[in-house]
């Protein structure tokens, strides 16, 4: 069965701070994936990496970073948390080629305060 | 670029009753069209998926098939059970770079028993 694991799953912070959210995948993927979900926009692709070392921006990368160190793990980094990034975070993995099945974490609820 | 259309925001519907939900997309190249079904507190799930238009997909008693003339993507059941209420995501994927895989803003389906 398909794992992708994310933490934390709720998180609070404060305008400014620097927040990191972390995923790791057991699926042994190349590619992984960070979306956020917010009412009425559906998943927004935020960054994307194609294998460990790499990492592309999504279509909406402003503010936020991505790291991928290794397959199995990526993270996505807010240097300066703002209000408007408080989401919903989805981080999710798949094989190479966009007619694969992607696979989705729970999810992490972030509030920036 | 590529874009999908969910134009049903929320479908409300009694036990047994038929389920029809519609997307339209746009694209250039040669889609696989995908439904995902996302749980309350869950990641989003691969439903079913149609690589060719004109052919049907099927999964849990869900169908899927795609017009590429209209280029149309339904979804169907023929009687909903009140275990079906989620949001239901039209999915397009394109190309070989996974990050060409596009989500449409979701419809919830509400069903009552």
């Known amino acids: 069965e398909a794992a992708v694991t994310q933490s934390p799953r709720n998180k609070v912070a404060v305008t400014g701070g620097k927040v990191t959210l972390s995923c790791n995948q057991t699926?042994?993927?190349?590619?992984m994936y960070w979306y956020r979900q917010d009412t009425g926009h559906g998943l927004r692709l935020i960054h994307y990496s194609y294998g460990a070392g790499s990492t592309e921006k999504g279509d909406i990368p402003d503010g936020y970073k991505a790291s991928r160190p290794s397959q199995e793990n990526f993270s996505l980094i807010l240097e300066l948390a703002t209000p408007s990034q408080t989401s919903v975070y989805f981080c999710a993995s798949g094989r190479q080629g966009s007619a694969e099945t992607l696979y989705f974490g729970s999810g992490t609820r972030l509030t920036v305060l | 670029g590529n874009s999908v259309t969910q134009m049903q925001g929320q479908v409300t519907l009694s036990e047994e009753e038929f389920l029809f939900i519609n997307c339209t997309y746009s694209t250039t190249g040669y889609p696989t069209l995908f439904w995902y079904v996302q749980y309350p507190g869950e990641g989003p799930q691969l439903l079913l998926k149609?690589?060719?238009?004109?052919n049907k997909g099927s999964s849990r008693g869900f169908e899927a098939t795609y017009d590429k003339g209209t280029t149309s993507f339904h979804l169907q059941k023929a009687s909903v059970q009140e275990s079906d209420s989620a949001v239901y995501y039209c999915v397009l994927g394109e190309g070989t770079g996974g990050y060409k895989v596009v989500f449409g803003s979701g419809t919830r389906l509400l069903v009552s028993p």
């Open positions: 699926n042994n993927h190349n590619n």
């Open positions: 149609v690589t060719t238009a004109n």
